[in-house]
Nanobody
Framework: QVQVVESGGGLVQPGGSLRLSCAAS????????MGWYRQAPGKQRELVAT???????NYADSVKGRFTISRDNAKNTVYLQMNSLKPEDTAVYYC??????????????WGQGTQVTVSS
């Protein structure tokens, strides 16, 4: 069994910050790729950021410069620091893990999601 559990979502004002956490556990042998996705009402789920085992990162253009993905390999935990939040960042944020970046994009293991609401 593999578990992926997000936390840290909530309500924040525009311009504010939130830090999401995702803890992975279970039978998966090597978590070499982690990522964050988000899905807003009426929209497709989109890739927000990824990080591999070497620490290389990638970001969607819409969040570049505002969001930072990081990981603690010893804790099997990935974080998403979200700064300068905008109302359009409102979405359910999902954590995803896999043994490779290719597998992360194609399938992988999903968390249950955590709601982020940016509103004045």
């Amino acid at each position: 069994q593999v578990q992926v559990v997000e936390s840290g979502g909530g309500l924040v004002q525009p311009g504010g910050s939130l830090r999401l956490s995702c803890a992975a556990s279970g039978s998966i042998f090597s978590i070499n790729a982690m990522g964050w996705y988000r899905q807003a009402p009426g929209k497709q789920r989109e890739l927000v950021a990824t990080i591999d085992s070497g620490g290389s990162t990638n970001y969607a253009d819409s969040v570049k410069g505002r969001f930072t993905i990081s990981r603690d390999n010893a804790k099997n935990t990935v974080y998403l620091q979200m700064n300068s939040l905008k109302p359009e960042d409102t979405a359910v944020y999902y954590c995803k893990i896999a043994t490779s970046l290719v597998k992360l994009l194609r399938n992988g293991y999903w968390g249950q999601g955590t709601q982020v609401t940016v509103s004045s």
